[in-house]
């Protein structure tokens, strides 16, 4: 069962926690090659998971960089050069340690105070506004890959791996689909308001 973030990280300012992630990631991507990334992303995993984060988003984000590091691994061994192994497990930590820490960075943070935060420090307003509206529709975005998914699913589309692949690209071509129908009607929007328009 997913849990609410910590209260203290409901009241903290958003600068503080960016500024701290950033300092992780640069403890972790700065330090012993690839001790310190591995370091970094282990325990930001386990603070991740002590403070509410889902354990299959952890886990998802684990996979991702070790599928890299078996990739860049096996590429590095194809090409006969000396690194492969290394190669891997370096890339690999480092991919574990960026999102191990800006997945816990996002559930502390709602999208609405970071964009409070960066309008502080003094970025653009129109940068900010598109950040909001972009997390947000990556939520909405997110709702209907996954009823669509489960519409596959349901009629059998992943039964076997042409029949799998022929529904990924299906449903990747919906998401692009909608998420260009959707940023049409954001910038219409946007113009009717007046906003971004030259005086």
Known sequence: MVREPPAWARVLDARITLGVS???LAVGLGGPLPWAPLA?????????????????????????ALLA???????????GTRAGAQAGLVLGARMAAGVAVFGLFSHLTPPWAFAGALRKL??????TELLTLSARYARVFEGAARTAREAQLVRGGYSGTRRALGSMGA??????VRAFDQAS???EA???????SRS
């Open 22 to 24: 950033l300092g992780l």
């Open 40 to 64: 970094v992303a282990l325990g930001v995993g386990v603070l991740g998971l002590a403070w509410g984060r889902a354990p299959t988003r952890v886990a998802r984000g684990f996979g991702a």
């Open 69 to 79: 590091g078996l990739l860049t691994a096996a590429l590095h061994v194809a090409l």
């Open 122 to 127: 003094g970025a653009p307003d129109v940068f």
């Open 171 to 176: 449903l990747a071509g919906l998401t692009l």
């Open 185 to 187: 009607a954001t910038a």
């Open 190 to 196: 946007r113009a009717a308001r007046g906003v971004g």
